[in-house]
């Protein structure tokens, strides 16, 4: 199964492997055999604060898998969700339920000025265009969203497109007509970045018989939300 919501994203099923890489958003993975962080002791962890770079070892395991973009969760109330949920087994959960308890978290409470920082990542074709909109150096513009979100400006850019990808795969559009529609330069680019965040290839979102329940608000709608 999976389930889109207002900035986040549950995925119940087989996990996969990812590469060393860090997220926008927090994560909550639970059935994994085990995940690393790197400069965090051990292996068994269920939580991943966005910027935390890591890779996850999940492959035919049933994981549930919590997406929870930084903007809209704060990384104390993602950590309560994780352990909230630590003693519970996959079976007994599923994504359409999780998504819907999402709403009851609190909201992050940014400042009004990074999500219009953010808003310029998404609506223009680079981030030196950005940072001149918002009236800052690039490099002051990339330590400003790294200060508040924990990672800086083109990852947040790269997780846009993913998402709106996404978004677009479970209206039923085809692999590389999504990558296309949402920005990647190519298929095979929102491909690699799929995998690495999820563990799992686009296409089998597209091509398997993963039940897919779409968010309810559009990806867009959502981003404007807060």
């Known amino acids: ?39 965090v002791h051990g292996t068994q962890h269920t939580f991943v604060k ?27 109330s993602a950590r309560g969700l994780a352990k909230s949920l630590n003693d519970r087994p996959p079976s007994s959960l ?6 819907a308890g999402l709403s009851e978290l609190p909201q992050n409470p940014l400042p009004s000025r990074i999500n219009t920082a953010i808003d310029l990542i998404d609506q223009t074709s680079c981030v030196a265009e950005a940072a001149t909109l918002f009236d800052l150096s690039e490099g002051q513009f990339s330590r400003l969203i790294k200060q508040h979100l924990g990672t800086p400006p083109q990852k947040w850019k790269n997780w846009l497109m993913l998402r709106r990808a996404l978004d677009r ?26 995998y690495q965040h999820f563990g799992i290839r686009p ?24």
């Open 169 to 194: 795969i479970v209206d039923g559009c085809d692999v590389t007509s999504a990558a296309f529609e949402a920005g990647f330069a190519d298929a095979s680019h929102f491909s690699r970045s799929c």
């Open 50 to 76: 966005a910027g935390a770079r890591h890779k996850m070892l999940a492959r035919d395991a049933n994981i549930i898998m919590i997406i929870l973009d930084a903007r809209r969760f704060s990384e104390a």
């Open 1 to 39: 199964e999976l389930a889109l919501g207002p900035m986040s994203a549950v995925f119940v099923g087989q996990g996969g492997i990812t590469p060393s890489h860090a997220s926008v958003a927090h994560k909550v993975v639970l059935g994994a055999y085990h995940i690393e962080i790197t400069g």
């Open 94 to 99: 599923s994504a359409p339920d999780i998504v």
């Open 203 to 226: 296409s089998v979102l597209r091509n398997s018989h993963l039940q897919i329940h779409p968010s309810p608000e559009a990806c867009r709608d959502v981003f404007e939300t807060y």
